[in-house]
């Protein structure tokens, strides 16, 4: 039977315990077999509305708290989102997906905000990896309002904007996850020992992979600073949802480069690369987004 049954079955019992009622005594108020009311308590069988209202009102209590216990224990994810949208979309979609995968019965508790970013702010932080720091007070804004709304924990599905990890952390009373953390733990335990990263100037620039997988003693490559230099252009149009095959081709050729050193495994550093969904025979692609939504999804059911 299901969890939900079984979460019944066992709320039941514990009300009925401290009450101080048998089973017996429940079923001679109720006018039904010991194995009937048994087998609910058990999980084996989903009891019917009018059984549910029947219990109640023999225990004397609300049907509600027969009922609240009962439903899944999923925690509340905030998504500071809009870095881009498209991200933020797939992102969302892919929780949705993996709670459908796990056939829970409710659907994820998710709360979305989509920071209002500035798009000169965008832009000068994508393509040339400067004034990152006017991304901060929009960041915590939108952190502390998400707080606010009662989430559990709170993500950021945008690799370079980790930069600001520690700072978020401090704004807030509540969780936030790190993309570069989970990733870093998803290879431990695959056994990775190298890999090929891709990612935007900015990541690149403070060393956030670098550091993480240095420590975890993973051997790293990093794109030449021609294939990098062409990378904040391919990101900008992903962002702005202007992307044509030809960044696509360019992400192809940076992966073509490491298959080329023998580099077998390369991880998509920016969320926003996955939009262009590539693809290599011989080299096995991570999506640094897919692994954290994934992250996200274990830590929501308690994992």
Same mark, same amino acid.
């Given at each position: 039977?299901?969890?939900?049954?079984?979460?019944?079955?066992?709320?039941?019992?514990?009300?009925?315990?401290?009450?101080?009622?048998?089973?017996?005594?429940?079923?001679?108020?109720?006018?039904?077999?010991?194995?009937?009311?048994?087998?609910?308590?058990?999980g084996k069988i989903n009891p019917t509305l009018d059984t549910i209202l029947k219990i109640a009102s023999a225990l004397n209590i609300s049907p509600n708290d027969l009922i609240v216990n009962t439903l899944p224990k999923i925690?509340?994810?905030?998504?500071?989102?809009?870095?881009?949208?498209?991200?933020?979309?797939?992102?969302?979609? !892919?929780?949705? /997906?993996?709670?459908?995968? $796990?056939?829970?019965?409710?659907?994820?508790?998710?709360?979305? =905000? +989509?920071?209002?970013?500035?798009?000169?702010?965008?832009?000068?932080?994508?393509?040339?990896?400067?004034?990152?720091?006017?991304?901060?007070?929009?960041?915590?804004?939108?952190?502390k309002r998400l707080e606010r709304s009662g989430v559990d924990f709170i993500v950021m599905p945008c690799n370079s904007l980790h930069i600001f990890i520690e700072e978020l952390r401090s704004a807030v009373k509540i969780p936030v996850l790190s993309i570069i953390e989970e990733f870093v733990s998803f290879l431990k335990e695959k056994k990775i020992k190298e890999i090929g990263v891709i990612s935007t100037a900015a990541t690149?620039?403070?060393?956030?992979?670098?550091?993480?997988?240095?420590?975890?003693?993973?051997?790293?490559?990093?794109?030449? !600073?021609?294939? /990098?230099?062409?990378?904040? $252009?391919?990101?900008?149009?992903?962002?702005?949802?202007?992307? =044509? +095959?030809?960044?696509?081709?360019?992400?192809?050729?940076a992966i073509i480069s490491f298959a080329e050193n023998n580099v077998g495994t390369v991880a998509l550093a920016c969320t926003d690369l996955q939009l262009l969904l590539p693809q290599h025979p011989h080299v096995k692609i991570y999506d640094t987004m897919q692994v954290f939504a994934d992250a996200t999804v274990n830590y929501m059911s308690n994992e």
């Open positions: 039977m299901s969890n939900m049954s079984t979460n019944f079955g066992e709320n039941l019992k514990n009300i009925r315990t401290d009450l101080e009622i048998t089973q017996d005594d429940l079923c001679q108020k109720l006018g039904i077999d010991r194995s009937y009311l048994s087998k609910i308590e058990n925690k509340t994810v905030g998504i500071l989102g809009g870095l881009g949208p498209d991200t933020t979309a797939e992102f969302y979609i !892919s929780i949705i /997906q993996s709670f459908q995968k $796990k056939k829970t019965e409710t659907r994820p508790p998710i709360v979305i =905000t +989509s920071v209002p970013l500035p798009l000169k702010t965008e832009k000068k932080f994508i393509l040339h990896n400067k004034d990152a720091g006017d991304y901060l007070p929009f960041l915590l804004k939108e952190a690149l620039h403070h060393q956030l992979y670098e550091k993480a997988l240095q420590k975890a003693s993973i051997k790293f490559s990093t794109p030449d !600073s021609l294939q /990098q230099a062409k990378f904040g $252009k391919v990101i900008h149009n992903l962002v702005e949802g202007t992307q =044509t +095959s030809r960044d696509r081709d360019e992400i192809m050729n």
